[in-house]
């Protein structure tokens, strides 16, 4: 008899002579290690000789047992089990997400428990359930979570099987990403060697807008559109492969940079009438860029690949640090997010999803804005207002006129303030940031915070009015930052040209 199926029949001997016990228990009882009876416990589930409740943590007996309760030991099980029926599927759903957090690669805990807005105790004993169950596992020397082997939600299974067509000429290394946006894939050339990224996302009018902004935008802090293709409905049902895109021309749409001489207010005349102009902003018009059409159903963007990763890492590690934060540092890179918000906003655009999720790092540390999914024009044709979609953006860093129908570009510097803010002071839990977070919405700072970051304080304040119109434009900041706070232009030129 093999090792393994002796701990089984010593659980189940357990289990007939004590009836129905937990995983600890067991183990303490028969000598073993929790988690090694923890894996026999499933293993024995798996072949129906054991049955589990489900609350926290799982009660288990033997199956043979099942029959042989009294109406008062069912009745009480029935309870306990409708009772924690809805703990069941909350727990499900917490580890699905959990298992989407962890599809782009190895995270921390702390990281884990901030794309759940958790606490990071609570997500680490989610997080070890999930390792006895085979379901994650932990680097001893990062203290980085992933996925086990062959552990993929369905959303990433059917992504990773919907990419056979990129085999033409790329090599799909990871997937750095997904949403309701799309998923954005880490990707090696074929022909050329160079590593990408390659977004797919529905063909929509949305994503029509983001690569029709990202070909017109041309600068060192805002990520480098390359190209992109669009491709038919089917593809996914038939297995049609996308176009291969060292191809035929005729199988890729690009679209050429405007450049800065050309703007909005250059276009022809719009055929459209004033009224239709001004009801939504969800199409960008752009002289001199070809519309996509909206006949398909998915659009692959490739861009430049920023291997620095997120601002959000940035904010994590440095959270993670028993030392005070680089001020100097912090302000450097704080400095290139205004450089590339000032130029989008140059060129007449609202981006209206700043975060630190998006906001990238390259290589050797120079800053890149990223995600353009909900980009917009500031102004119509008409110069008149124009009435958007409401609440378009991350709630806890949109500005307080977003859940409205009117705002321009000063609603990008609201969030700017709070990125700035976190930037600069360290919260080491979510709870701390959960408790802030509405104060700092509101203009009210942490204590010290002022005396410690005079000047900064200062601007953020502002940054976060309540009014758009008291709020500084990014050029004002710029120019302000380069004044007040002591900037050295030959260090910025070198990270920012």
Same mark, same amino acid.
């Given at each position: 008899?093999?090792?393994? !199926?002796?701990?089984?029949? +010593? %659980? ?8 129905? /016990?937990? !995983?600890?228990?067991?183990? +303490? ?5 929790? =988690? *090694?009876?923890?894996? @026999? ?38 309870? @306990?089990?409708?009772? !924690? ?15 989407? #957090?962890?599809?782009?690669? &190895? ?17 680490? +004993?989610?997080?070890? /359930? $999930? ?35 990129? /085999?033409?000429?790329?090599?799909? $290394? ?20 160079? %590593? ?12 029509? #807008?983001?690569? =029709?902004? *990202? ?43 405007? &450049? ?47 291997? &620095? ?35 989008? @906003? ?51 860093? $949109? ?26 002071? =360290? ?32 601007? %953020? ?18 120019? =302000? ?17």
């Amino acid at each position: 008899m093999s090792a393994d !199926a002796k701990i089984e029949l +010593k %659980i189940c001997d357990y289990l007939r002579e004590n009836g129905k /016990s937990t !995983a600890l228990v067991i183990s +303490k009882k028969i000598a073993g290690d929790k =988690k *090694l009876v923890n894996k @026999h416990l499933y293993n024995l589930e798996r072949s129906k000789k054991v049955f589990k409740t489900d609350g926290q943590p799982p009660v288990w007996n033997l199956l043979e047992n099942k029959s042989q309760k009294t109406d008062e030991e069912e009745e009480e099980e029935e309870e @306990h089990e409708g009772a !924690a029926a809805s703990q069941t599927k909350e727990s499900a759903r917490e580890e699905e997400r959990v298992m989407k #957090s962890l599809k782009s690669g &190895g995270l921390k805990a702390s990281q884990v428990a901030r794309d759940l807005g958790q606490q990071t105790k609570s997500t680490k +004993k989610l997080l070890y /359930s $999930m390792m006895e169950k085979g379901k994650v596992q932990k680097d001893k020397e990062t203290n980085e979570w992933t996925l086990n082997k062959g552990e993929k939600t369905k959303e990433s299974l059917h992504s990773l099987a919907s990419l056979s067509g990129l /085999s033409e000429s790329f090599d799909v $290394m990871k997937e750095l990403g997904s949403g309701g946006f799309g998923e954005v894939y880490k990707v090696k050339h074929k022909f050329d060697g160079k %590593i990408y990224a390659v977004k797919r996302v529905v063909l929509t009018e949305e994503a029509d #807008s983001e690569v =029709k902004a *990202l070909a017109r935008l041309e600068h060192p802090n805002i990520v480098r559109y390359i190209t992109c293709w669009p491709d038919s409905e089917n593809w996914t049902d038939n297995g049609n492969q996308l176009p291969n895109t060292s191809g035929s021309l005729s199988d890729i749409v690009t679209f050429e940079r405007s &450049g800065p001489e050309k703007r909005d207010d250059d276009a022809d005349e719009d055929d459209a009438d004033e009224d239709d102009a001004d009801e939504d902003d969800k199409d960008l018009e752009i002289s001199g860029i070809s519309s996509l059409s909206l006949n398909g159903s998915y659009l692959f963007i490739q861009m430049e690949f920023c291997e &620095g990763g997120t601002l959000t890492s940035w904010i994590d590690d440095r959270n993670l640090m028993r030392k005070q934060r680089n001020t100097v540092e912090t302000n450097k890179i704080f400095y290139e997010i205004i450089r590339g918000v000032e130029y989008i @906003h140059s060129e007449k655009l609202i981006h209206r999803d700043l975060k630190p999720d998006n906001i990238l790092f390259t290589a050797n540390g120079k800053v890149k804005i990223g995600d353009f999914g909900l980009v917009a024009v500031q102004e119509n044709h008409s110069m008149g207002a124009i009435y958007r979609t409401e609440g378009k953006g991350t709630p806890s860093y $949109m500005s307080p006129e977003q859940d409205s129908k009117r705002y321009n570009e000063k609603t990008d510097i609201f969030p700017l303030g709070l990125i700035w803010f976190e930037m600069l002071w =360290k919260l080491s839990t979510y709870t701390e940031r959960k408790k802030l977070w509405q104060d700092l919405r509101d203009q009210k700072f942490p204590e010290g915070f002022c005396d410690r970051y005079r000047t900064e304080n200062k601007f %953020i304040e502002r940054m976060l009015s309540f009014t758009p119109e008291d709020r500084p434009s990014a050029k004002q900041i710029k120019l =302000k930052m380069k004044e007040f706070l002591f900037l050295n232009q030959n260090q910025l030129s070198q990270r920012t040209c």
